[in-house]
């Protein structure tokens, strides 16, 4: 059964500090992996979708990387913002493509 | 404006009550699907649809009920809830069947308490 965990739980950083989320997978027969965001009290919003064959996904800071083989991928968040803290989750679509196997996430506070 | 709505955004209820949380998007996506997110748990599929009249139950499925008599409806059914139904629930939607290579989609989630 595939399990998706995050590192690190938590994370306070100052502001305009480049920083990494990890999302790690027990499956690597996965179909495409997706980063959210989750302010408290809303829904997820979709940041960045890679697909299995991809390696990485760009979106103005927020950079994305799959290592599909060693069931690993990392969201890097360059010139943190106070406006970009928030919940983090990562998730993996199995190769039926019928479900996200979501992380617990990662809870991230930017300082001004 | 795409969007995936649910109501109602809270819901105090009592034991046994039948309710049920109406979820709609309006960007004709084939796949919608029904969450959980419990502290210390994180978010689990209760049920899905892959298209209209084609369901099927996720990870925690017991409880809850679901129908997709149109596409851009996917009501969640609580016949008899319970106490261990507290919860924020989320409706998604994607657009391809089965999430191939689609965004994922989220509704801004009903808090549900049952006393």
């Known amino acids: 059964k595939q399990e998706v965990t995050q590192i690190p739980a938590a994370l306070s950083v100052p502001e305009g500090e480049n920083l990494v989320l990890n999302c790690s997978f027990t499956d690597s027969a996965i179909y495409n992996l997706q980063w959210f965001r989750q302010d408290p009290g809303k829904g997820l919003t979709s940041l960045l979708l890679?697909?299995?064959?991809?390696r990485e996904q760009t979106s103005g800071r927020l950079n994305a990387s799959l290592d599909k083989s060693s069931g690993r991928s990392t969201l890097y968040i360059a010139a943190s913002q106070p406006g970009d803290s928030a919940t983090y989750l990562c998730a993996v679509v199995n190769n039926y493509g019928q479900n996200f196997v979501f992380g617990p996430g990662t809870r991230l506070s930017v300082l001004p | 404006e795409a969007q995936v709505t649910q109501n109602p955004r809270y819901l105090i209820t009592v034991t046994g009550k039948k309710l049920t949380v109406t979820c709609s998007q309006n960007?004709?996506?084939?796949?919608m699907s029904w969450y959980r997110q419990d502290p210390g748990l994180g978010l689990r599929q209760i049920y899905y649809s892959m298209n209209v009249e084609v369901t099927d139950k996720g990870d925690v499925p017991e409880g809850y009920k679901v129908s997709r008599k149109e596409k851009r409806n996917f009501p969640l059914i609580l016949e008899s809830p319970s106490p261990n139904q507290t919860s924020l629930y989320f409706c998604?939607?994607?657009?391809?069947?089965?999430?191939?290579?689609?965004?994922?989609?989220f509704g801004n989630g009903t808090r549900l308490t049952v006393t």
């Open positions: 890679i697909q299995s064959s991809q």
């Open positions: 998604a939607s994607s657009l391809g069947t089965g999430l191939r290579n689609s965004p994922l989609h």
């Open positions: 960007m004709n996506h084939e796949y």
